[in-house]
C-alpha cells in the first residue's frame, strides 16, 4: 500500500526530550518493586552458604518451621531443577541441591508474617556442610583440576576453552617490522545499582502465577520459572517493574525470584523479598576479573599484519552469562582498526566467588584496555603519535572482518578528530609538566547481539500498537525500562511516524502477559531492535489512517501527512483532519485500529562454532582522551577532564543520548581508578567490602568534567540511522587514562584499577632502576584444543570453518579428562 | 533489607534524668546522640542494647560557650553546626575543619561531636553483617574469638576512625564526662586506650558532656586526611599536628617552635601520638629539615594493618608525606603571618 508521507526533517526525533517516566521518578511516583505491598503478603529471606566451598551433608529446618510467624521453608529439593540464562550452562540450582560454591551461596528459603521473624528463623536452620577446597582465583582453578566445582567443564575447573584461528596469524607475524608482546589484567567490579533486587510473588485462587521483579529481562525470568515450577507458561505472568538501575546485573534469572514464586504457591500467600545491599554483591553478574596476553605484529607505518590475543576469565562460581563473556573478550578487537590476521584462545574458570556476568561492556572492557594501552606502547617504539597510528588504519566501513563481523557504518574516524581537536591534543601530548598528562584510547560495541540467547527463528523484538479513537495511541512492547529511557524511546519514534507529541503516547512495557516478546534490556540491543519493530508497527498504522483521510480529504494517499497531531493533504496544509478524527474515521471502515511490528536481526556473516558472539545490527564507536594529574610523592591519580567522542549513528533523544554518555564514563571512571570486587582469598574467600561505603566507586564529587561529542552518521540498520550509546563510551575510558598516567608520570600501569598503590610501585621500581611499570608478569600454560580454523573473508571461504580444525565431536559443555 | 532490632527509645529532657534512665536500663542500656554510628552499628549487631537513651534533648549538652577565653564545646553539637561554629573557627580552626572533613552533609547534620569522639573503632573484619561475620567464625570484638588482622594477638586491632579525635589530643583539649558520681575532666589523651575493644576510658553510665579547647597561646594546629574519596570515606590515615611558636617581643628566638604534638587517627586504635616527631621540632621554625626529621619520626612507629581500605605499606608510606605536608602548612601560615 502506498503510504502516507513523513514531511521532511524530523519533528521528535534529534531533540532533547523528557523522558515519559521522568516527573514520576523525581517525585518519588514510581512504584519499584520493594514499593510493592499486597494484602497478606509474607516476607522472605534467603539462607546464604558460610562456605566458599561445600557439600551440604543434612539441613534441619524444624526448628525454624516452628518459630511463630514462619509460614514456609523451603530447601534445595523442594525445587531440584536446574536453571541459568545460557542453555549450555543450566547449572544452578533456587537453593543449592548437594553443594555450595561461593560464601553467600542460597541454601534454604522462609516466609513469614514478618521481615523479623524470617531472618530470626534463618539462625534457627541447621546445616551440615562437609567442607572442599576452595579455589580463589581463576589461576588456582587452572592449576587445580580437583576437587571440581561443576561436574561439568571443558576441562576440571576450566569452564569454557576457546581457540579460534582466522587466518595464518604466525605469517602474519613473521611479515612483520615490531611485534610486541604485553600482558595485562582488568580486576573485576560490579554494578552497584542504587536500587537493591527486590520481587513479589502472588499465585492466585485459580492458580496463575504473578511475579514482579526487578529484572532487565522478563522474557528469561518467564522461561525459567515455566521451567523450574514445571508450570505452563501461560500460567505465569512476568512484570518487570522500572529497575533503579540495572547495567547487566538484573538479567539473570535469579534464586530469589524463583523462590519467592514457590512460597507464595506453597503458602498460598504473596510474598515478598528485598535484598540487603550485601545480597546485591552475592548476586553479582559483575565484570570478569581478566588476564589477557596479546602478541601484535605492525608494518612500520602502524600496519597491523597480525594479532593473537589469549584471555582468562575469573568466572565466579556459576556459567551465567559466561560463556558468552569469554567469547566477547576476543571478538571486537577486529571492528577498529585493520586486522588480517587473527587468533584468538579465551578460557574461562570456575572459582568459589559470586558469578561473573555481563556488566555495561559486557566482556569487551577488558580486551579493549588491553588493545588500547598496547596500542600506545606501539606508537611510542614506532615513533608515531597515537591517534595517527589508529587513524591511519582504521576498519573501512562497509565492510568483513576477519573473524566475519559486517561492519557497517564507521565512524571513529571522525570521533578521533573530534576528541583530538576538542582537547589541545597535538599541544599538549608529552609536552605538559612532570605529573600532568592526557591519553588517547578508542573503542566499538554492538548495538544488540545478532542471536538470542536460546536458538529461535523468532523476532527478537515485538510491538503491538493500538489507536484510540479519542487520538492517543498506546504502544505495548516487552522492552523493559532500566532507567536509560527505553519507554521514552518508544514514545518518540511512535510520535514521529504518526506526527504525535510523545506525551500523547501511552507505553505499557516489560508485561509477559500485556506485551510481545522483546528479549530484555541487555547487550545495547533495545533502541535499534524495539525502535525497528516501533517504526513498523507505526507505519503500519499510518497506512491504514492514511487511506480513509485520504478518502475524506480527496487527497491522494501519496500526498497524505502526519504532523503536529493532525493529518492533512502536504500541498494544501490547511486540508486536514486532526489525528483522532483520522483514527475515527479508519475506525469506522474497518474496526479497532490495531498494528504490529517485529525486528530480527539479518543471519550472521561467520558460521562457524562460536560465530553467534560479535555480530551485530551495528556497532557503535567511541574516542575518548583524558587528562590526569598524578601526584608523585603519593601516586594518588586525578581525572579532572575526559572529553568523549561517540558514533551514535543518529540521535533519537539528544538528552538521554548525553546521560548515556557520561553515565558511561562515569562507570569507566570508576573501574580505571577504584572498582574492585576484593577476596580474601586466605579467609574463607569472604567478600572483603560488600558495602556501598566500603564497596569504593566514585560519587559526583569524583566525577570529572565531561566534553561530549555526538557523531552522526545514520546507519542504515538503525531505527532512523540510530545505533547503540549505552555502553560504548565506558570502553575507552580506562585504557585512556592509563595511557595519560604514562604521558603524566612515565610509569606503565597495566591493570585496571589504577591505584595509588600500583602507581606509586611502579615510581619507586623506575626510581631503582627497574622497569616502571605494575601489571601480570605470566600467562599460565593452559591446554588449548584444536583451534577452530576459519578462513577471513579476503581469502576466500563462506565463513564456515575449514576441516583438521575443530576436535571432532566435543560439544560445549562436555567433560573432558 | 538490613532491618533494626526491636529496642526501647527513650528521651531524657535532663541529664540527670538520662543517668536514671541508664542506671535503671543497666548494661542493656546504651546513650545514643544522632546515631550516624550507633543505628548501622545495631543492624549489623555490633551493639544490641534493649535500651537506647537519645541526649539530643538535653540542653546542658547543646550549643558552645566562652569560659575564661576557653571555647566550651556540648558534645551534642552536630558536626555541620561544629564546623560552621563562630567561637570553634576562631578558637580553634583545625577542629572546624576535621568536623567538615567526616562523612557527608547528611551525615554530619545528625553527627555530633561527641559521637564522633567515641565512634566504635573499626575494621573491615567487624564492620560485617551478623551473616558475613558468621562465615568467618566471627572476630575477638564481638561474638568470636580471634584477631583476623593478627590471629596470633591477645588483642583487637579495630582502628581508630574519628577525624576529630585527633585533633583534640594534639590541642590537649579536655573532655567534661558526667556520670553517677558527679563530673570529671580527663585529658583528651586519656580519654582513649589503645585497644580495638576497650577504646575508650570512659565508663558506661558515663556521659561525654563536653570538650573544653585550650585558650589561645601562641599555638597553631592543622589536620590532613588520607582517603580514597573526598566526599564521604573515613580517614586511612589522619594526620593531627600542634606547634607551639616562641613568644614575646624582641625575642631572637621568634619563629621557633616551644612545643609540638604530632598525633595520628587511623592507624591504630587510638589517636597515636608520636612524641619524637613532636621532639624533632622543638627548636626548628619547621623549616625543611626540621620537617623531614619529624616525618621520619612519625612513619616509624605508625602500624597500619589489613583492615582498612588501601595497601597496609602503602597507607604506611603515607605518614611520611602527610606529616610532611601538615608541617609544611603550619609553617606557611607562620612566615604568611609574620
Not at chain 1, 357 to 385: C, N, S, Y
Not at chain 2, 131 to 146: L, N, P, Q, S, V
Request: hydrophobic share 40%.
Amino acid at each position: 500500500m502506498a503510504s502516507g508521507k513523513k514531511p521532511t526533517g524530523f519533528r521528535v526525533v534529534g531533540k532533547p526530550h523528557r523522558k515519559v517516566d521522568a516527573t514520576a521518578k523525581v517525585t518519588g511516583v514510581t512504584r519499584f518493586a520493594d514499593d510493592l505491598f499486597l494484602p497478606r503478603m509474607l516476607f522472605a529471606k534467603l539462607l546464604r552458604s558460610p562456605h566458599p566451598h561445600a557439600r551440604i551433608v543434612s539441613i534441619d529446618t524444624s526448628k525454624a518451621a516452628a518459630l511463630p510467624g514462619v509460614k514456609a521453608v523451603l530447601v534445595g529439593k523442594d525445587l531440584p531443577i536446574p536453571f541459568g540464562i545460557l542453555p549450555v550452562s543450566q547449572d544452578e540450582h533456587t537453593l543449592a541441591l548437594d553443594k555450595v560454591r561461593f560464601v553467600g551461596d542460597p541454601v534454604a528459603a522462609v516466609a513469614a508474617t514478618t521481615e523479623e521473624a524470617a531472618t530470626q528463623a534463618l539462625d534457627l536452620i541447621t546445616v551440615e556442610y562437609e567442607v572442599l577446597r576452595a579455589f580463589p582465583d581463576a589461576l588456582d582453578a587452572v592449576e587445580h583440576p580437583e576437587p571440581a566445582i561443576h561436574d561439568y567443564a571443558d576441562a576440571g575447573n576450566i569452564h569454557k576453552l576457546i581457540d579460534l584461528e582466522f587466518g595464518d596469524v604466525e605469517a602474519g607475524l613473521a611479515q612483520a617490522d615490531v611485534v610486541r608482546e604485553d600482558l595485562f589484567f582488568f580486576e573485576g567490579s560490579t554494578h552497584l545499582p542504587m536500587e537493591q533486587h527486590a520481587a513479589v510473588a502472588d499465585w492466585s485462587a485459580d492458580g496463575k502465577l504473578t511475579l514482579w521483579s526487578a529484572t532487565q529481562t522478563p522474557h528469561y525470568v518467564h522461561r525459567a520459572l515455566a521451567k523450574v515450577l514445571e508450570l505452563p507458561a501461560a500460567r505465569i505472568r512476568v512484570i518487570a517493574c522500572p529497575n533503579g538501575g540495572g547495567f547487566g546485573g538484573k538479567s539473570d534469572p535469579f534464586s530469589h525470584e524463583i523462590a519467592v514464586a514457590k512460597l507464595a504457591m506453597v503458602t498460598g500467600r504473596p510474598v515478598k523479598v528485598t535484598l540487603t545491599r550485601e545480597e546485591v554483591f552475592y548476586c553479582h553478574r559483575g565484570r570478569h576479573p581478566t588476564l589477557m596476553w596479546v602478541k601484535t605484529g605492525l608494518k612500520k607505518d602502524g600496519a597491523i599484519t597480525g594479532m593473537h590475543f589469549k584471555s582468562l576469565l575469573d568466572g565466579g562460581g556459576y556459567g551465567s552469562y559466561g560463556v558468552a563473556s569469554t567469547y566477547y573478550t576476543g571478538a571486537l578487537q577486529t571492528v577498529t582498526y585493520h586486522v588480517p590476521q587473527y587468533r584468538f584462545q579465551g578460557a574461562r574458570a570456575f572459582t568459589n566467588k559470586p558469578p561473573c556476568g555481563p556488566k555495561r561492556g559486557h566482556g569487551t572492557p577488558q580486551p579493549r584496555f588491553a588493545l588500547e594501552v598496547h596500542l600506545d606502547k606501539i606508537a611510542e617504539q614506532l615513533g608515531m603519535d597515537p591517534a595517527e597510528l589508529r587513524l591511519k588504519h582504521l576498519v573501512p566501513p562497509n565492510s568483513l572482518t576477519a573473524n566475519w563481523l559486517r561492519v557497517g557504518t564507521m565512524g571513529l574516524g571522525p570521533c578521533i578528530e573530534k576528541v583530538v581537536r576538542g582537547s589541545g591534543w597535538t599541544q599538549r601530548f608529552k609536552q605538559l609538566p612532570y605529573g600532568k598528562g592526557i591519553g588517547l584510547a578508542c573503542s566499538s560495541y554492538i548495538t544488540g547481539a545478532g542471536l538470542a540467547i536460546y536458538w529461535n527463528a523468532m523476532p527478537h523484538s515485538g510491538v503491538q500498537l493500538k489507536c484510540d479513537r479519542g487520538g492517543g495511541v498506546t504502544v505495548f512492547c516487552g522492552s523493559t525500562e532500566i532507567g536509560q529511557g527505553s519507554d521514552s524511546i518508544l514514545a518518540m519514534i511512535v510520535a514521529e511516524v504518526l506526527g504525535l507529541q510523545p506525551l500523547d503516547v501511552a507505553v505499557v512495557t516489560g508485561d509477559t502477559d500485556l506485551t510481545p516478546v522483546d528479549l530484555g534490556s541487555y547487550s545495547s540491543r533495545v533502541t535499534l531492535m524495539t525502535g525497528n519493530a516501533a517504526i513498523q508497527a507505526a507505519e503500519r498504522a499510518r497506512d491504514v489512517i492514511a487511506l480513509h483521510a485520504g478518502k475524506k480529504l480527496e487527497t491522494p494517499i501519496d500526498r497524505v501527512t502526519f504532523a503536529e497531531g493532525r493529518v492533512f493533504d502536504v500541498q494544501d496544509p490547511e486540508r486536514g483532519l486532526t489525528f483522532a478524527e483520522a483514527v475515527q474515521l479508519a475506525e469506522a471502515a474497518e474496526g479497532t485500529i490495531g498494528t504490529v511490528g517485529s525486528y530480527t536481526p539479518a543471519p550472521s556473516a561467520g558460521k562457524y562454532r562460536g560465530a553467534g558472539v560479535g555480530p551485530s545490527p551495528a556497532y557503535s564507536y567511541s574516542a575518548c582522551v583524558a587528562e590526569v594529574d598524578v601526584d608523585p610523592a603519593t601516586g594518588i591519580v586525578r581525572v579532572p577532564k575526559i572529553w568523549i567522542a561517540h558514533d551514535v549513528g543518529r540521535v533519537i533523544n539528544a538528552a538521554t543520548v548525553m546521560g548515556q554518555i557520561e553515565g558511561s564514563v562515569y562507570m569507566g571512571l570508576g573501574e580505571a581508578l577504584m572498582e574492585e570486587m576484593a577476596y580474601r582469598g586466605n579467609r574463607n574467600v569472604v567478600h572483603k567490602i560488600p558495602s556501598l561505603l566500603e564497596y569504593k566507586s566514585p560519587t559526583t564529587l569524583e566525577m570529572c568534567d565531561v566534553v561530549t561529542y555526538v557523531v552522526e552518521d545514520p546507519d542504515p540498520n538503525g531505527p532512523f540511522g540510530a545505533k547503540e550509546c549505552g555502553q560504548g563510551p565506558l570502553l575507552p575510558v580506562p585504557p585512556a587514562v592509563a595511557n595519560a598516567v604514562y604521558d603524566a608520570v612515565g610509569v606503565r600501569i597495566d591493570e585496571v584499577p589504577i591505584t595509588p598503590e600500583k602507581v606509586f610501585k611502579a615510581l619507586r621500581r623506575k626510581e631503582k632502576g627497574e622497569a616502571g611499570r605494575f601489571g601480570p608478569t605470566a600467562f599460565p600454560d593452559i591446554a588449548w584444543p584444536e583451534p577452530i580454523r576459519v578462513p577471513p573473508p579476503w581469502e576466500g571461504g563462506d565463513g564456515r570453518a575449514v576441516p583438521g580444525g575443530a576436535r571432532p565431536g566435543l560439544a560445549p559443555g562436555v567433560r573432558r579428562r | 533489607m538490613l532491618r533494626l532490632p526491636s529496642f526501647t527509645y527513650l528521651q531524657p529532657k535532663v541529664l540527670q534524668e538520662a543517668l536514671a534512665m541508664k542506671a535503671d536500663a543497666g548494661p542493656d542500656g546504651m546513650y545514643v546522640a544522632g546515631g550516624t554510628d550507633l543505628y548501622p552499628n545495631m543492624k549489623r549487631r555490633h551493639q544490641e542494647p534493649r535500651t537506647v537513651i537519645s541526649l539530643m534533648g538535653i540542653p546542658e549538652l547543646a550549643g558552645c560557650e566562652m569560659r575564661d577565653a576557653r571555647c566550651v564545646v556540648g558534645s551534642c553539637m552536630t558536626l555541620t553546626d561544629l564546623s560552621a561554629s563562630p567561637p570553634v573557627r576562631r578558637s580553634a580552626p583545625a577542629v572546624a575543619h576535621a568536623a567538615e572533613l567526616v562523612s557527608t552533609p547528611l551525615l554530619r547534620n545528625m553527627g555530633t561531636l561527641g559521637g564522633n569522639l567515641c565512634l566504635d573503632t573499626r575494621c573491615n573484619y567487624y564492620n560485617q553483617s551478623y551473616e558475613w561475620r558468621k562465615a568467618i567464625d566471627f572476630c575477638m570484638k564481638k561474638d568470636g574469638h580471634i584477631c583476623w588482622v593478627a590471629p596470633s594477638s591477645p588483642r583487637c586491632w579495630a582502628v581508630s576512625s574519628s577525624d576529630v579525635a585527633p585533633v583534640m589530643v594534639a590541642l590537649g583539649a579536655d573532655y567534661v564526662l558526667v556520670g553517677p558520681g558527679g563530673e570529671r575532666v580527663v585529658p583528651a589523651a586519656r580519654f582513649y586506650h589503645n585497644d580495638g575493644i576497650n577504646y575508650l576510658t570512659k565508663q558506661p553510665d558515663e556521659v561525654l558532656a563536653a570538650v573544653r579547647l585550650p585558650a589561645p597561646d601562641g599555638w597553631d594546629a592543622v589536620y590532613h586526611k588520607l582517603r580514597r574519596r573526598g566526599s564521604f570515606d573515613f580517614p586511612v590515615l589522619g594526620v593531627a599536628a600542634w606547634v607551639k611558636w616562641e613568644q614575646g617581643a624582641g625575642s631572637r628566638e621568634r619563629g621557633r617552635v616551644v612545643e609540638a604534638r604530632i598525633v595520628l587517627g587511623g592507624v591504630a586504635s587510638w589517636p597515636q601520638e608520636v612524641p619524637e616527631a613532636g621532639a624533632a621540632l622543638v627548636g626548628t621554625d619547621l623549616s625543611d629539615e626540621g620537617v623531614a626529621a619529624a616525618a621520619d619520626a612519625a612513619y616509624r612507629p605508625a602500624k597500619p594493618m589489613d583492615n582498612t581500605d588501601f595497601d597496609l605499606s602503602w597507607r604506611k608510606q603515607m605518614t611520611r608525606v602527610y606529616v610532611a605536608r601538615a608541617l609544611a602548612e603550619l609553617g606557611q601560615r607562620r612566615r604568611a603571618a609574620t
